[in-house]
């Protein structure tokens, strides 16, 4: 059975940091583009930052360039992400993904539960 | 980046009853290999994503068959013929045609 979950949300100051964690199972993590994902309150969902299979290419929405790190560790079966400078608007529940492209599409075909960040002073 | 819009952003039906959603996209979707990469994603309560439609009209394994797509371009439209207790939940278009992929607002189905 395929599961993910992360861990690490809570709640962070304006400026502050934060790490997210993403363990995963049942498939082999080495073999695939994983990203995370993430759901403002009230909002719709959006891809925050994609890393893929073998870590040597990252990806990052505008909105996180340059204050948010990918990484894994395929080890360990582990997708981080390393969010700095953090602002209000970055406040969301966020989701790791695991990426599929096949002949049906390009799309994220496993789900964590999410882990919920807050910003907040 | 492609901007999705769905409507309506709520959307209270009886059960039994028919239920549409629509999706418009800023730009076309029609992708340079000629396909149109539009998915549809159910997000029950407390659940992740689940994909239920993929390129525009296509459902995945297992997704019951009062679900259905179409669409073509900008404009998509996710219909259930006769819709049931399990259904409830908030719909979410996504784009995968254009690099970043982008979703929708999310339409959240409630029983009436």
């Known amino acids: 059975e395929v599961q993910l979950l992360e861990s690490g949300g809570g709640l962070v100051q304006p400026g502050g940091s934060l790490t997210l964690s993403c363990i995963v199972s049942?498939?082999?993590?080495?073999?695939?583009?994983m990203s995370w994902v993430r759901q403002a309150p009230g909002k719709g969902l959006e891809w925050v930052s994609a890393?893929?299979?073998?870590?040597?290419?990252?990806f990052y929405a505008d909105s996180v360039k340059g204050r948010f790190t990918i990484s894994r560790d395929n080890s360990k079966n582990t997708l981080y992400v390393q969010m700095g400078s953090l602002r209000a608007e970055d406040t969301a529940v966020y989701y790791c993904?695991?990426?599929?492209?096949?002949?049906?599409?390009?799309?994220?075909?496993?789900w964590g539960q999410g882990t919920p960040v807050t910003v907040s002073s | 980046e492609v901007v999705m819009t769905q409507s309506p952003l709520s959307l209270p039906v009886t059960l039994g009853q028919p239920a549409s959603i629509s999706c418009r996209s800023a730009?076309?979707?029609?992708?340079?290999?000629?396909?149109?990469?539009l998915n549809w994603y159910q997000q029950r309560p407390g659940r992740s994503p689940r994909r239920l439609i993929y390129?525009?009209?296509n459902r995945d394994s297992g997704v019951p068959g009062r679900f259905s797509g179409s669409g073509s371009g900008t404009d998509f439209t996710l219909e259930i013929s006769r819709v049931e207790a399990e259904d409830v939940g908030v719909y979410f278009c996504?784009?995968?045609?254009?690099?970043?992929?982008?979703f929708g607002q999310g339409t959240k189905l409630e029983i009436k």
């Open positions: 996504m784009q995968a045609s254009h690099w970043p992929h982008t």
């Open positions: 993904a695991r990426d599929n492209f096949d002949p049906t599409g390009y799309y994220y075909d496993y």
């Open positions: 049942g498939f082999t993590f080495g073999g695939y583009t």
């Open positions: 730009q076309s979707l029609v992708s340079s290999d000629g396909n149109t990469y």
């Open positions: 390129k525009v009209s």
């Open positions: 890393i893929s299979a073998g870590g040597d290419n990252t």
